[in-house]
């Protein structure tokens, strides 16, 4: 069964959970869905870390990349805003060049240190890509791809996830990168 995956560039588990995709869900039909977390009503009021919860995601950011050989730095600018590179992801999608621009930016989030909450930086990334820049730069500001990541969020929550990564198989949902293996399961019809 295919695998609605779910996920937003500001999660330092998102992105483990997309790093480790194809060794952990190999044959399985992905259908990414990028979502803007801070668009959940959850976060409504702002991204609700205290600075001892910061620093333990950051601790368990390193020790779950460590484990799965993933390359990781966690950002100096943590929490990430990352709405242009959602907007990239949703305008990639329709137009071509996903998996490259997907890859490049959540590496330029979480191993290179990169602040893709500016739109220049998020640009670049989709250059550095191969995309057309400048069709690249107009399609994140157009109100179709704006609505488009707006309904995505929006039926993320109606269909009940709170956070990012989750996963759907069929009406089954899965959160969080660890919850992978049961991911896999269900996909093969073992769940």
């Keep these: 069964?295919?695998?609605?995956f779910y996920f937003d560039y500001a999660s330092p588990f998102a992105y483990l959970a997309s790093e480790t995709l194809a060794s952990r869900l190999p044959s399985t039909e992905i259908r990414f869905r990028p979502v803007y977390l801070r668009g959940f009503d959850l976060f409504a009021k702002g991204v609700p870390f205290s600075p001892a919860?910061?620093?333990?995601?950051?601790?368990?950011?390193?020790?779950?990349?460590?484990?799965?050989?993933?390359?990781?730095?966690?950002?100096?600018?943590?929490?990430?805003?990352?709405?242009y590179a959602l907007r990239g992801a949703t305008w990639t999608l329709k137009n071509g060049g996903f998996e490259r621009f997907h890859a490049a930016a959540y590496r330029a989030a979480w191993?290179?240190?990169?602040?893709?909450?500016?739109?220049?930086?998020?640009i670049e990334i989709a250059n550095e890509a191969g995309l057309d820049w400048e069709a690249f730069a107009a399609g994140i500001d157009s109100p179709e791809i704006k609505d488009q990541l707006k309904a995505a969020t929006a039926e993320a929550e109606a269909r009940?996830?709170?956070?990012?990564?989750?996963?759907?198989?069929?009406?089954?949902m899965f959160w969080g990168h660890d919850r992978m293996d049961y991911v896999a399961r269900a996909a093969r019809g073992e769940a």
């Design 111 to 122: 191993a290179e240190d990169r602040n893709i909450g500016d739109k220049s930086v998020v």
């Design 1 to 4: 069964m295919p695998v609605d």
């Design 160 to 172: 009940g996830a709170f956070g990012v990564p989750t996963f759907f198989v069929g009406d089954a």
């Design 53 to 83: 919860k910061t620093q333990y995601l950051a601790r368990d950011f390193h020790r779950c990349a460590d484990h799965h050989g993933v390359p990781h730095r966690f950002p100096s600018n943590f929490p990430i805003n990352g709405l």
